[in-house]
């Protein structure tokens, strides 16, 4: 059971960062990806005063399933993680956090700016 949640939460973390980069480019994902945005931010920001600053559930509850399986050595960014997992390489957290914040911050900016104008035309 922990194998199956490991890779399920592999995939759905992965699908939630694509969806959160990239959900404003179409019309009809476009509300749902403003909501998701806010709640990522909610949580690495609001959730982060008491749990630390980029603090993420999913994340959490990955690695708990990761320890479950034997794995101990997790970085606190699973951004991180995904990096190093996908390329082999061992990037610097920081510079991975610090990308992570910007995108999300230009995907934030994305999903207000494609919104609004949804709405005013809409209203026309």
Request: hydrophobic share 55%.
């Amino acid at each position: 059971m922990f194998a199956f949640l490991n890779i399920f939460f592999f995939v759905f973390h992965s699908t939630l960062i694509i969806f959160n980069l990239f959900g404003w480019i179409w019309k009809k994902t476009r509300l749902a990806n403003l909501i998701v945005i806010l709640l990522t931010a909610f949580s690495w920001t609001i959730l982060g005063i008491w749990y630390g600053f980029g603090f993420c559930p999913c994340t959490e509850w990955h690695w708990k399933v990761r320890i479950k399986l034997g794995y101990f050595d997790m970085p606190s960014s699973y951004t991180k993680f995904l990096i190093d997992s996908l390329t082999g390489l061992e990037v610097n957290e920081t510079s991975v956090d610090t990308l992570a914040v910007t995108l999300l911050a230009l995907a934030l900016v994305a999903s207000v700016v494609t919104n609004v104008r949804d709405w005013k035309r809409k209203r026309k």
